[in-house]
């Protein structure tokens, strides 16, 4: 019976040593996994850095070029006003004058009889 037991014993450290092992190892994989995955991460956000900084400079550039390229309404609004006031005053100077000329061709064409 001593040697049975001893020999139980024997064969449940083997199966605890075994499975330490195996757990060790399972461990020791997922440890590696994990530098992987840190080092990929790592690279994945540099990567999404440069990139943001690429899209924010480009959009720079084009907010630099889209004011020389574009006119926002409110300017166009504002200049086409004043443009369209500009417009009427030589409108109305024409028109004064054409009446001044008209007035003076009246005077003329009265006096002469």
Known sequence: MLEELLSQDWLLRALVTALGAVIWWYL????????????????????????IKEVRDDLSQYKLSAAKAFVLKEDFIRNFSILDGQIEKV??????????????????????P
């Open 91 to 112: 409108y109305d100077a024409v028109m004064d004058t054409k009446n001044d000329i008209a007035g003076i061709m009246r005077r003329i064409g009265k006096e002469e």
């Open 28 to 51: 020791s994989s997922l440890r590696g996994d994990l530098k992987e995955y840190r080092r990929e991460i790592k690279e994945f956000k540099d990567d999404a850095g440069r990139e």
